[in-house]
């Protein structure tokens, strides 16, 4: 009897089971509030993932969970559609989106964060981005399409374990968060994965500056070498934070000391004997 019975019961376990596909390459994301209330999400590429809902990868919908009022942190299209005057669609606590190659910028994810506990820290596994491909990956309160005039702040993953922040409304105001239906305030932080050409790509806001720059290395932890491509001559320049705040300056020279620079994203400004200035950005790491 004991043995037939568990021939019955196997196939029915069987049925029962969700079958969940691995993704190449995913990492969690700790959050916890000033009260000590915690949140994880799973965040990650693999060829087969989308901007959606994948239940392959264990992706869930659950945009009609009610908020967890201590501490709830999401991944949605909310801010991507109420920008455009809609509705979002889907949240989830694990976002696998398509994997592109090196030097394509990856699907930016839409990070929502409910707390009344602020600020709130988030960590994380450095250890995970040590392929180049992954070395500007990034979390930032400002849209990826925008950040270098706007203010804010800009963590890159490969470079640091723990980070911690205010809500967007203090700076933002309505622009990088939303009111949901029971009338919570929901603030919007921003999480891409990609190279350094992440950080040089041209899709991003600067304006194309009118003289180019050749700087290596990049990244860079000593020195940093530049030149424009034209040889214009260089009066001075500046080293400028992603918050835009002016970290060195130097007179004539095509060479800069970043040994002492904390980790980070950095904008060179040059100004030219031709009246012209050109500025490309740079990692420090």
């Given at each position: 009897?004991?043995?037939?019975?568990?021939?019955?019961?196997?196939?029915?376990?069987?049925?029962?089971?969700?079958?969940?596909?691995?993704?190449?390459?995913?990492?969690?994301?700790?959050?916890?509030?000033?009260?000590?209330?915690?949140?994880?999400?799973?965040?990650?590429?693999?060829?087969?993932?989308?901007?959606?809902?994948?239940?392959?990868?264990?992706?869930?919908?659950?945009?009609?969970?009610?908020?967890?009022?201590?501490?709830?942190?999401?991944?949605?299209?909310?801010?991507?559609?109420?920008?455009?005057?809609?509705?979002?669609?889907?949240?989830?606590?694990?976002?696998?989106?398509?994997?592109?190659?090196?030097?394509?910028?990856?699907?930016?994810?839409?990070?929502?964060?409910?707390?009344?506990?602020?600020?709130?820290?988030?960590?994380?596994?450095?250890?995970?981005?040590?392929?180049?491909?992954?070395?500007?990956?990034?979390?930032?309160?400002?849209?990826?399409?925008?950040?270098?005039?706007?203010?804010?702040?800009l963590c890159l993953l490969p470079l640091q374990d723990t980070y911690s922040f205010l809500p967007n409304e203090?700076?933002?105001?309505?622009?990088?968060?939303?009111?949901?239906?029971?009338?919570?305030?929901?603030?919007?932080?921003?999480?891409?994965?990609?190279?350094?050409?992440?950080?040089?790509?041209?899709?991003?806001?600067?304006?194309a500056p009118l003289v180019k720059i050749t700087l290596f290395p990049n990244p860079a932890n000593t020195l940093?070498?530049?030149?424009?491509?034209?040889?214009?001559?260089?009066?001075?320049?500046?080293?400028?934070?992603?918050?835009?705040?002016?970290?060195?300056?130097?007179?004539?020279?095509?060479?800069?000391?970043?040994?002492?620079?904390?980790?980070?994203?950095?904008?060179?400004?040059?100004?030219?004997?031709?009246?012209?200035?050109?500025t490309t950005r740079f990692i420090v790491k």
């Amino acid at each position: 009897m004991k043995t037939t019975t568990s021939l019955i019961l196997i196939p029915a376990m069987i049925l029962c089971l969700q079958v969940v596909n691995a993704q190449e390459f995913s990492f969690k994301m700790y959050f916890q509030d000033s009260a000590g209330h915690q949140d994880t999400l799973t965040l990650g590429y693999d060829v087969n993932g989308t901007d959606g809902i994948d239940p392959q990868f264990g992706e869930v919908n659950i945009i009609d969970v009610p908020l967890n009022r201590n501490l709830d942190v999401r991944i949605s299209d909310e801010w991507s559609r109420r920008y455009d005057g809609q509705v979002g669609t889907w949240h989830t606590k694990t976002q696998i989106v398509q994997k592109r190659e090196c030097g394509l910028l990856f699907p930016v994810n839409n990070i929502d964060i409910f707390t009344n506990h602020w600020p709130v820290t988030i960590s994380w596994d450095s250890s995970l981005f040590t392929n180049p491909c992954l070395e500007a990956s990034l979390f930032t309160s400002v849209m990826p399409y925008g950040w270098w005039d706007t203010g804010g702040f800009l963590c890159l993953l490969p470079l640091q374990d723990t980070y911690s922040f205010l809500p967007n409304e203090d700076v933002f105001s309505e622009y990088y968060g939303y009111v949901n239906s029971n009338n919570d305030t929901i603030n919007v932080f921003w999480q891409t994965l990609g190279d350094s050409a992440l950080i040089m790509s041209s899709k991003f806001k600067d304006k194309a500056p009118l003289v180019k720059i050749t700087l290596f290395p990049n990244p860079a932890n000593t020195l940093i070498n530049f030149r424009t491509e034209t040889d214009d001559n260089i009066l001075s320049g500046q080293i400028i934070s992603a918050r835009g705040e002016i970290i060195q300056e130097f007179g004539r020279q095509t060479y800069a000391n970043v040994s002492n620079i904390k980790p980070g994203v950095y904008v060179l400004k040059l100004f030219l004997e031709t009246g012209k200035t050109a500025t490309t950005r740079f990692i420090v790491k």
